[in-house]
């Protein structure tokens, strides 16, 4: 059970936050709103040193090349102090660390950042959060898994390029399980029917 119950959803403003992270084996700060102007991927994970985290951590990074393409950037947050972050980013993938990552790795060892984001459950732990933030800061798409089983790069990157189109195309929508290069569907009642008379 989530513990916090301030309510965030897309459409709204993504709450800031300021922490150290990990990447390239240094520490830095990292603050969100610095990042405004491009989307970003929160992706928080329950614990270091566990067993579908380094599935997931290791998938996006080795899918970073496809996300920057996207103007985007990825941001791990779980609840480990950075120092934990750091001796997991030096163990080998082979043996379940994950070696060096594309994107950094951020402590909210506070858990203030985990708790504004409603996915900090009682015993402390963040469930598996994924946002989608857009170029001004608002959240666009939020995905919740629960402890046990892990997400989906593919689908992440389906959604964020509908996002991106859908932004940059104003009047269109897109259906079900859109790729880019399909069929979209034009906002209002007349046009619409164009779509519906296709499939």
């Known amino acids: 059970m989530v513990t ?26 990292i603050t969100l709103s610095d990042y405004l ?4 991927i929160l992706l928080f994970y329950p614990l270091d040193f566990t067993f579908v985290c380094p ?9 970073y090349q496809d996300i920057e393409s996207l103007n985007t950037e990825i ?11 750091l001796a997991w980013l030096q163990m080998e993938r082979d043996i379940g660390g994950l070696g060096n990552l594309n994107y950094p790795l951020v402590s909210d060892l506070t858990k203030n950042i985990s708790s504004s984001y409603n996915v900090l459950t ?15 800061g608002i959240i666009q798409y939020s995905l919740v898994n629960n402890l046990d089983f892990g ?17 940059s195309h104003p009047d269109e929508v897109c259906p079900a399980d859109w790729q880019p290069g399909q069929a979209t569907i034009v906002s209002n009642p007349t046009d619409s029917k164009d779509y519906f008379q296709s499939i």
Do not use: C, M, W
């Not at 599935?55 to 899918?63: G, M, N």
């Not at 009682?122 to 001004?136: N, S, W």
């Not at 992440?156 to 996002?163: D, G, S, V, Y």
């Open 151 to 167: 997400r989906s790069v593919t689908e992440t990157l389906r959604i964020l390029k509908a996002i991106q189109y859908v932004q």
């Open 75 to 85: 941001l791990g947050i779980s609840v480990d102090s950075e120092y934990s972050h």
């Open 122 to 136: 009682d015993e402390g732990k963040a469930l598996r959060g994924l946002f989608i933030i857009d170029k001004q």
């Open 4 to 29: 916090n119950n301030n309510y965030i959803r897309v459409g709204q403003p993504a709450p800031n936050f300021s922490a150290i992270a990990v990447y390239d084996q240094e520490f830095k700060n």
């Open 55 to 63: 599935t997931e951590i290791t998938a996006f990074s080795d899918a």
């Open 37 to 40: 102007g491009k989307y970003v």
